[in-house]
């Protein structure tokens, strides 16, 4: 007999979803796309031709058109998946890891501790993001896809640690963590063992809707001219160009809005999925 | 009520000075000297320096400095930036602006966001239902400038309904960007309607309501609806500190005067006082209304101030 658990439950729950068929197959394409944009196109990212191509509109063998420095738009949009998804993944790991380990503990162990981290948590709440993003980018001279995941890492754990600091609280009232403390199961063992995985739930949805908030808020802060910089490859920089030649060409402005857009909806849409089949209670 | 409300209260003083003191030390961290910015690439006289750090306490070390400023605010003096100006004048000439931007946003997102959300709840698993989620997930999906972009490319400019950029034209410029900064949050505002009300609908009080013979417009309006509020007041709430941080982005997009703008521009120029003047007045907007929200959500459900 197989056992039957929350996230065997999820999984039979997902699988008729159509929202979780829809984005998978979105983000699949995506993260393809990353990992190996060659793949897709013939020509080089940095093949450019100015005097050629200088903003040069869709044609047969280059379906976006050119940009202003006469690159294939098709091929430079591919590549620029590759640095959103970086920066995505990035700072929901380096997000998670922090609210996981802080919200354990002060969930867990409450007290003095709960109270410290809760504190700090909303201190650093208070500070909207993109305000946030601002000034602490303004402080790098060289901002790389490292630099910016780790500033909205910095800004983006209160949320997450708030989540997972509620659901471990729920969590450690149960009776099955009164059962293992009464056998003799040590701190470190129930928090893994037992809590852990009952509480992780929660986190799991709002990571893979952060996913996307951090894709957005790169593009967005990028756009401002404090994200990345190039020569790099992104879908906030091209957006950032294409605002002075709105009028004039405007499929600057169609296909990246329309990659990072699509991507950041398969994201949410795969959060929505989630926490439709996570929870029971809509069952 | 009133301890609940001291001891929310109470709860908001550290938050006040760790988020100014959080910002203000970023600000003092950034890289680059204000006083030398402020004389662009002329030679200055050593005298002069050291006059306006002076009067700048640039010189003492940041908690000093932090402490400095603070009781100047906590006295109700924002003090002034590098160029002499009151930071406090700053603020009466933008504020009124981005208030105009975030109260059509608050309106415009309230209205549609219950009128979706209600059809969406009424006519579950219909064709309009699905429209209403297909369509809220895809505005969320949108960043704000792409957004922007968009809405002035073809409402601006193709139809020409609505002026583009810039606030000349008085109201009618507000309406543009006022729609697409608060397009997200309507988003969210429908979705919360929709969920919130549909499980009320099913709430055993419903059903009574309705065996006692009241029509369907009583039920949804006076029984469904008002309990399905709460959360949305709640999410209004903490929105208006969201709509304000969005306005940085939408302001850049429309051109629009606003404190947005303001903190963008200062933080480009290193005039800390601005920057960290006009977040300090967002935090304290931020954290009233997060306030209010939360007293109006323990008169409306009582469990909450026993809690």
Same mark, same amino acid.
């Given at each position: 007999?197989?056992?039957?658990?929350? $996230?065997?439950?999820?999984?039979?729950?997902?699988?008729?979803?159509?929202?979780?068929?829809?984005?998978?197959?979105?983000?699949?394409?995506?993260?393809?796309?990353?990992?190996?944009?060659?793949?897709?196109?013939?020509?080089?990212?940095?093949?450019?031709?100015?005097?050629?191509?200088?903003?040069?509109?869709?044609?047969?063998?280059?379906?976006?058109?050119?940009?202003?420095?006469?690159?294939?738009?098709?091929?430079?949009?591919?590549?620029?998946?590759?640095?959103?998804?970086?920066?995505?993944?990035?700072?929901?790991?380096?997000?998670?890891?922090?609210?996981?380990?802080?919200?354990?503990?002060?969930?867990?162990?409450?007290?003095?501790?709960?109270?410290?981290?809760?504190?700090?948590?909303?201190?650093?709440?208070?500070?909207?993001?993109?305000?946030?993003?601002?000034?602490?980018?303004?402080?790098?001279?060289?901002?790389?896809?490292?630099?910016?995941?780790?500033?909205?890492?910095?800004?983006?754990?209160?949320?997450?640690?708030?989540?997972?600091?509620?659901?471990?609280?729920?969590?450690?009232?149960?009776?099955?963590?009164?059962? $293992?403390?009464?056998?003799?199961?040590?701190?470190?063992?129930?928090?893994?063992?037992?809590?852990?995985?009952?509480? /992780?739930?929660?986190?799991?949805?709002?990571?893979?809707?952060?996913?996307?908030? $951090?894709?957005?808020?790169?593009?967005?802060?990028?756009?401002?001219?404090?994200?990345?910089?190039?020569?790099?490859?992104?879908?906030?920089?091209? @957006?950032?160009?294409?605002?002075?030649?709105? @009028?004039?060409?405007?499929?600057?402005?169609?296909?990246?809005?329309?990659?990072?857009?699509?991507?950041?909806?398969?994201?949410?849409?795969?959060?929505?999925?989630?926490?439709?089949?996570?929870?029971?209670?809509?069952? | 009520?009133?301890?609940?409300?001291?001891?929310? @209260?109470?709860?908001?003083?550290?938050?006040?000075?760790?988020?100014?003191?959080?910002?203000?030390?970023?600000?003092?961290?950034?890289?680059?000297?204000?006083?030398?910015?402020?004389?662009?690439?002329?030679? /200055?006289?050593?005298?002069?320096?050291?006059?306006?750090?002076?009067?700048?306490?640039?010189?003492?070390?940041?908690?000093?400095?932090?402490?400095?400023?603070?009781?100047?605010?906590?006295?109700?003096?924002?003090?002034?930036?590098?160029?002499?100006?009151?930071?406090?004048?700053?603020?009466?000439?933008?504020?009124?602006?981005?208030?105009?931007?975030?109260?059509?946003?608050?309106?415009?997102?309230?209205?549609?966001?219950? @009128?979706?959300?209600?059809?969406?709840?009424?006519?579950?698993?219909?064709?309009?239902?699905?429209?209403?989620?297909?369509?809220?997930?895809?505005? /969320?999906?949108?960043?704000?400038?792409?957004?922007?972009?968009?809405?002035?490319?073809?409402?601006?400019?193709?139809?020409?309904?609505?002026?583009?950029?810039?606030?000349?034209?008085?109201?009618?410029?507000?309406?543009?960007?006022?729609?697409?900064?608060?397009?997200?949050?309507?988003?969210?505002?429908?979705?919360?309607?929709? #969920?919130?009300?549909?499980?009320?609908?099913?709430?055993?009080?419903?059903?009574? #309501?309705?065996?006692?013979?009241?029509?369907?417009?009583?039920?949804?309006?006076?029984?469904?609806?008002?309990?399905?509020?709460?959360?949305?007041?709640?999410?209004?709430?903490?929105?208006?500190?969201?709509?304000?941080?969005?306005?940085?982005?939408?302001?850049?997009?429309?051109?629009?005067?606003?404190?947005?703008?303001?903190?963008?521009?200062?933080?480009?120029?290193?005039?800390?006082?601005?920057?960290?003047?006009?977040?300090?007045?967002?935090? /304290?907007?931020?954290?009233?209304?997060?306030?209010?929200?939360?007293?109006?959500?323990?008169?409306?459900?009582?469990?909450?101030?026993?809690?």
């Amino acid at each position: 007999m197989t056992e039957a658990n929350l $996230a065997r439950d999820a999984w039979l729950e997902l699988r008729r979803n159509p929202k979780f068929l829809v984005s998978g197959v979105l983000i699949l394409l995506i993260v393809v796309i990353a990992i190996a944009p060659q793949r897709f196109t013939s020509i080089l990212p940095y093949d450019c031709s100015l005097s050629e191509h200088f903003l040069g509109r869709p044609s047969p063998g280059h379906p976006f058109g050119f940009d202003t420095l006469g690159c294939d738009y098709y091929t430079r949009v591919l590549y620029g998946a590759r640095t959103s998804v970086s920066i995505g993944l990035l700072t929901v790991i380096g997000a998670t890891l922090i609210a996981a380990v802080g919200g354990s503990i002060s969930g867990y162990y409450g007290g003095v501790i709960d109270t410290v981290v809760t504190r700090v948590t909303d201190v650093w709440f208070a500070i909207p993001t993109i305000l946030g993003g601002i000034v602490l980018l303004s402080a790098l001279r060289r901002r790389g896809i490292g630099e910016v995941a780790l500033v909205l890492t910095a800004l983006g754990w209160p949320a997450m640690l708030r989540l997972m600091r509620s659901a471990v609280l729920s969590a450690a009232q149960a009776d099955y963590v009164n059962a $293992a403390r009464a056998l003799g199961a040590g701190d470190l063992r129930i928090m893994r063992r037992h809590i852990l995985p009952n509480a /992780i739930a929660p986190v799991v949805v709002y990571a893979t809707i952060f996913v996307g908030i $951090a894709i957005s808020a790169e593009a967005a802060l990028t756009f401002l001219g404090i994200g990345l910089q190039p020569p790099a490859i992104s879908w906030g920089l091209q @957006l950032e160009a294409a605002e002075d030649r709105l @009028l004039t060409a405007p499929h600057l402005l169609l296909f990246p809005g329309l990659f990072l857009s699509a991507t950041i909806f398969s994201f949410i849409l795969m959060g929505d999925a989630l926490r439709d089949a996570f929870d029971p209670k809509l069952r | 009520m009133r301890r609940y409300a001291g001891r929310r @209260l109470l709860q908001l003083v550290p938050v006040f000075f760790g988020a100014t003191f959080l910002i203000y030390a970023m600000m003092f961290a950034l890289p680059g000297d204000p006083i030398r910015a402020l004389f662009g690439e002329r030679p /200055i006289p050593e005298s002069a320096v050291s006059i306006l750090r002076e009067r700048y306490h640039l010189d003492d070390p940041l908690p000093v400095q932090y402490g400095k400023y603070i009781s100047g605010v906590l006295r109700g003096d924002l003090g002034e930036d590098f160029r002499g100006r009151e930071v406090a004048q700053i603020v009466a000439e933008r504020f009124p602006v981005t208030l105009r931007l975030t109260g059509i946003a608050f309106v415009f997102e309230l209205v549609l966001g219950l @009128l979706a959300g209600l059809v969406a709840a009424l006519r579950r698993g219909s064709f309009l239902d699905s429209l209403v989620l297909v369509s809220t997930t895809a505005v /969320i999906s949108i960043p704000v400038f792409v957004l922007g972009y968009t809405a002035q490319l073809v409402v601006g400019v193709e139809l020409g309904w609505l002026p583009v950029a810039g606030i000349r034209d008085g109201w009618p410029s507000y309406v543009l960007p006022g729609m697409v900064l608060g397009a997200t949050s309507l988003a969210y505002v429908a979705r919360l309607v929709r #969920a919130s009300l549909a499980e009320n609908l099913r709430a055993d009080y419903i059903r009574t #309501a309705t065996a006692k013979g009241l029509s369907r417009r009583r039920v949804v309006g006076r029984h469904a609806l008002r309990n399905s509020l709460i959360p949305v007041v709640t999410f209004l709430g903490t929105d208006l500190g969201t709509l304000m941080g969005g306005a940085i982005i939408t302001e850049g997009v429309f051109n629009v005067p606003g404190i947005g703008r303001a903190i963008f521009d200062a933080v480009g120029q290193q005039e800390n006082p601005v920057v960290v003047g006009i977040v300090t007045l967002l935090v /304290i907007a931020f954290m009233v209304s997060s306030l209010i929200v939360d007293l109006c959500y323990a008169l409306l459900d009582p469990r909450i101030r026993y809690d």
